[in-house]
């Protein structure tokens, strides 16, 4: 109590308790998410839909053009 008592000798207010990280800057309040994991989430599912856009372009392009050239398959549309 060295550090209370010395504040209250020089007339300064008692210190404030650090606030709780997990307390800090919720998006809502009833809602356990803070806001650092708002973005992190944005930033995760935004990769991976870039990455599942490349898988489906990828996919597309062996189906469409690769496949029938080693003759793998013929296409149903082309004669």
Partial sequence: MGEAR??????LPPRRPRPDPAEAERVVSWLPLSKAQTRQFMAVTTRGAW???GALVLFWV???FIGPAAGWWT???MP
């Fill in 6 to 11: 010395r504040r209250a000798s020089q007339g």
């Fill in 51 to 53: 990455i599942g856009i």
């Fill in 62 to 64: 062996v189906v469409r």
């Fill in 75 to 77: 296409l149903a549309d």
